[in-house]
């Protein structure tokens, strides 16, 4: 048996996965276990932020992995403490919480929020509005804070005290304060939603009804986050400062990291036994997180980014095919007029591009640090499928 046979048999089927078993990556390159190679146009899934195996990244890691590779969070580590420092300096909040994906970076943010109304407002304000269409994770919890029905089956009971609220409806979120809610949660792009940005009048609007309310601003940049969108926060993009910032995809470089960030409002929320996690900050873990940093927070980097996205988007937004381009920076959307999204991935792929899709449009997420070649020879691939 191959690998795709053997994992077929041996694990769920709960992905539906491409034919392709990946062996080894040289930063927008992956080859599969046949030697056929592949310009990466999704930098896995948005998580090698970097590319494949980054030299000072991997440095990073491997040194890390020979010095000590985890130890409890009942101690401290010099390269925890390095990470946090950074990500904190970075984006101007007062403290994080270390978890290892988006999903528990999320749950941290809930519980924060509830913590928070809580201990100023007892029981009664337990309430998280999220978007319609929104997508914030597979745990019960995000499960149930993910705006889109088709997510709320089979696992009954979900959890209660959530409500949704339409994208772009300053309106229809206003109408959901029924004064039990303590935090409105939203991604600044939809990603899993069909990379659709929000309106920026409305995330200004709901920042500050937040605000007048006393009712925490949770901006899940799991996806958007570190760089994507050609600034460190996408929020930056939109003018606001949330109480919360989550991040996790792109932050590890392609190792689990989640972060939930809290602003001075909430910092001191979440004390002793109130959170935690065995893994999260694992050392490795931050010695990846950290490079990824610092490559990201280099002047001139997310400049090239914005430069490099443009041109992406200007090439795409050419092809005959093509009914918009969506998203920013290098979170990009593309809306089809006749063709299949799908069709377009499995073309791509048995071409040598690898893209995803997101809803009915192809997205791409390639890595930070694409080069201009690699770019030429990903779009010699994509452009010709996305003509009619
Ligand atoms: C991917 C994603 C998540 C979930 O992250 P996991 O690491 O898979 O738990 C949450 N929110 C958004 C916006 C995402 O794109």
């Keep these: 048996m191959n690998t795709i046979e053997i994992s077929e048999k041996y694990l769920m089927k709960t992905y539906g996965r491409q034919p392709m078993a990946a062996a080894s990556g040289q930063n927008c390159v992956c080859t599969d276990e046949d030697g056929k190679q592949y310009i990466d146009f999704g930098s896995g899934i948005g998580t090698n932020s970097l590319g494949y195996c980054n030299d000072a990244w991997a440095d990073a890691v491997c040194k890390q992995v020979r010095k000590i590779q985890h130890t409890s969070n009942y101690y401290y580590t010099d390269v925890q403490a390095a990470f946090v420092q950074k990500l904190c300096g970075i984006t101007g909040y007062q403290k994080a919480f270390l978890g290892n994906s988006g999903a528990e970076a999320n749950e941290c943010a809930i519980k924060l929020a509830r913590k928070y109304s809580f201990d100023k407002y007892g029981e009664g304000r337990g309430t998280i509005i999220t978007l319609k269409n929104s997508f914030h994770g597979r745990t019960m919890m995000t499960l149930t804070a993910t705006g889109q029905d088709v997510f709320h089956n089979y696992f009954f009971p979900f959890p209660t005290g959530f409500a949704y609220a339409e994208a772009n409806n300053l309106d229809d979120l206003k ?3 029924d004064g039990t809610v303590c935090a409105v949660m939203m991604e600044m ?19 500050k009804l937040c605000e007048e309310n006393d009712i925490l601003f949770i901006v899940d940049e799991v996806q958007t986050g570190v760089g994507r969108t050609g600034t460190f926060l996408a929020s930056e993009q939109f003018g606001v400062h949330p109480n919360v910032t989550t991040l996790a995809k792109g932050l590890g ?3 689990p990291i989640g972060c939930c960030l809290a602003d001075e409002k909430c910092a001191e929320v979440m004390g002793p036994s109130s959170h935690g996690s065995t893994f999260g900050g694992n050392p490795v873990v931050c010695a990846g997180a950290l490079a990824v940093l610092e490559q990201v927070s280099a002047e001139g980097f997310l400049e090239k ?3 490099k996205a443009a041109y992406i988007r200007e090439a795409v937004a050419k092809c005959s095919d093509v009914a918009a381009v969506t998203g920013l920076g290098l ?8 063709k299949d999204a799908h069709d377009v991935m499995d ?7 690898l893209i995803l899709t997101a809803k009915e449009k192809v997205r791409l997420l390639p890595p930070l640090t694409i080069s201009q070649e690699e770019i030429e020879k990903g779009l010699k691939i994509l452009l010709p499928l996305l003509e009619n």
């Design 253 to 255: 470089g392609g190792l």
């Design 331 to 338: 979170m990009i959307g593309i809306a089809l007029k006749t």
């Design 347 to 353: 073309k791509a792929r048995e071409n040598g591009l």
């Design 189 to 207: 792009i939809q990603g899993e939603g069909g990379v659709c940005a929000m309106e920026k009048e409305f995330v200004q609007a709901a920042a």
């Design 175 to 177: 109408s959901k304060l």
């Design 305 to 307: 980014v914005q430069q």
